[in-house]
């Protein structure tokens, strides 16, 4: 009797990241990181670069889809005024929203 082999059918799906800018300007900070549900809400995990105006920014790649995110300023926590939209969360506040196409 012949053994049949097994045939793999499974295809490799390259992610199709995008490349998104996170910036917030802020006078005074002195350490701005971004939080989000991309990194676990982790305020060490993604520090910004303060530039020239008190503008900070970073820049991240992304999978398409809906992330929530919050910038952790000097220890507290701050939305993004221009984000894109806003949800409530669990502790009575916003999260700032990003669709990433």
Do not use: H
């Not at 992610?15 to 350490?31: D, G, N, R, W, Y």
Request: hydrophobic residues 35%.
């Amino acid at each position: 009797m012949a053994t049949k082999k097994a045939v793999s059918t499974a295809k490799t799906v390259k992610t199709q990241e995008k490349e998104v800018t996170f910036s917030l300007s802020t006078p005074k900070a002195s350490k701005v990181t971004l939080v989000g549900s991309f990194n676990n809400w982790n305020p060490q995990a993604t520090p910004l670069k303060k530039a020239a105006g008190n503008n900070w920014s970073v820049k991240i790649a992304l999978n398409p889809g809906r992330y929530e995110y919050k910038f952790w300023v000097d220890g507290r926590w701050e939305n993004d005024p221009k984000a894109c939209g806003y949800v409530t969360n669990p502790f009575g506040s916003t999260n700032c929203v990003v669709d990433v196409k």
